[in-house]
């Protein structure tokens, strides 16, 4: 799977994605039979497929929890569950029968949203699905963020199983803040590295606007400070270990001189 660098504005607007569907019918068993099913998150258009019913029970494991007793045809999600933009991306490259997601085209958000919805719906982690997903996800972490991609991941963070995407995004942008501070340091030096590299001053210009983002909203800098501690203690308990072992190290080898002597 590849995924582009500038996503392009979600299918629905977060207000849209927080929907309020009954509680799910958990008397339903696996053995139901979803005919032609459609799948309804009130506050959205509802979503239909062409997958059989063998191929949804493998995409959607848990689908038969919501499907309504006296509709067989008809699945209701519950409240603040699933991306819908996310579960209709999911059903449609199923369909596109790629297997699991190989050559699909998507941007980040696109990814996470798909990731989302197959979470809740019933895949593991180290399932065909999610696994590569992940791939991809912490691959586009690595690269670094827009500011677009971040506030789009943000606007997420009240569905379930988006809490682990939501503080990696955190944590990697302080740990990119403390690298631009540190390159920050000799001014003169860092300056002169923006004046002559284009691509590193666009960067450069574009975690200023993250950053500025952060300090604005009370929430996220309350949890970016969350972070930055949590890396602090980190780097402290990783400093107290490698002492440790070194210590061990210098007795061991005292131990075997004095063997030798």
Known sequence: MTSS?????????????????????AVTTSQARILSPMIIIPGNSPITT?????Q??????TLHIYIEPSLPSLALLPSSSVSHPGLEQALR???????????IHANLIEVVQVYQAL???????????LRPLERVIRGAFEKGFLLEECEALWDLRHLRYMENWIDLMVRRLATDFETMVADGTSEFVFEGRLEADEELSAKYAE???????????????????????????????????????????????????????
């Open 93 to 103: 490259w199923r369909e596109a029968d790629h297997g699991p997601y190989t050559g």
């Open 56 to 61: 949804l029970q493998e995409l959607l494991p």
């Open 207 to 261: 975690y200023l606007s993250i950053f500025s983002w952060i300090d604005a909203d009370k929430e996220l800098k309350l949890r970016w400070k969350c972070v930055q501690k949590r890396m602090a203690m980190d780097e402290k308990r990783a400093g107290r270990i490698a002492k440790m072992m070194r210590t061990t190290r210098q007795r061991a080898v005292a131990r075997l001189e004095t063997v030798f002597e």
């Open 50 to 54: 062409t997958l059989t019913p063998s």
């Open 119 to 129: 979470s809740f719906l019933g895949n593991k982690p180290s399932g065909q699905f």
């Open 5 to 25: 660098r500038h996503p392009q504005p979600l299918c629905s607007s977060p207000p849209e994605i927080f929907v309020a569907p009954p509680q799910p019918h």
